[in-house]
């Protein structure tokens, strides 16, 4: 009859020992995998939400139009009309043409008005964040400035900056406003757009396109 020996204890600790070191690491590297997803994921949603507010503002102003068709009864000038493009370096207010109807029996054209502006995100859960803000005014009947719904084009946005070229002096201008006489019939033929924002390593970045104005000229009255 032949003897069976066993593990003594000192290879029965050593193997726990092994065998938790080595969970101890498939553990450590899981972590860091799923760290680093997360990391990918947030910076992946940072540059889409990036690329669609650039996107967007490029359509909406490429879009924008002034119009004499209005109703001087109504509107006693070019600078209470309800269609005009005001442009400052930090803000951007005017009409477009490239409203989108989400119904089809909805009671909307393909005109509206459209604001953008960096201030105190409209969520009040961002605690004070600064967000890239977007107006929308569908209707055309009241002031520019007034009413619509804002909603947040792009979060944590440091600041905008706006430029205007100016297609006769051949120069970029840091404001356009079509309330003015001299400016009346006429909008720039590009706009520059300039967004600043934190990276992922926490530095501030620029972002710049252009968008191309393609009704650059005043709508007339109808004679």
Do not use: C
């Amino acid at each position: 009859m032949t003897s069976r020996r066993g593990f003594t204890l000192m290879e029965v600790v050593i193997a726990i020992g092994i065998t938790a070191f080595i969970g101890v690491v498939i553990g450590v590297s899981f972590n860091t995998t799923i760290a680093n997803k997360e990391v990918i994921e947030s910076q992946s949603e940072h540059y889409r939400m990036l690329r669609a507010a650039m996107n967007r503002m490029t359509r909406e102003i490429s879009a924008a139009y002034v119009s004499d068709r209005y109703d001087p009864k109504r509107y006693r000038d070019a600078y209470d009309r309800p269609t005009n493009f005001i442009g400052a370096r930090d803000k951007l207010l005017f009409t477009t043409l490239a409203h989108q109807r989400l119904y089809a029996d909805a009671k909307e054209s393909d005109q509206m008005i459209v604001e953008y502006e960096v201030k105190t995100s409209p969520d009040t859960k961002a605690k004070g964040r600064n967000d890239l803000v977007r107006r929308e005014k569908v209707l055309l009947e009241e002031r520019m400035e007034r009413g619509g719904t804002e909603d947040s084009l792009y979060e944590g946005a440091k600041k905008i900056e706006f430029q205007y070229w100016n297609s006769e002096r051949k120069q970029w201008e840091d404001e356009w406003d079509t309330r003015r006489t001299e400016r009346k019939t006429i909008l720039p033929t590009r706009v520059k757009i300039t967004l600043y924002a934190v990276d992922e390593n926490g530095k501030e970045v620029k972002y710049t396109t252009q968008a191309r104005i393609m009704l650059n000229t005043e709508f007339p009255r109808y004679q």
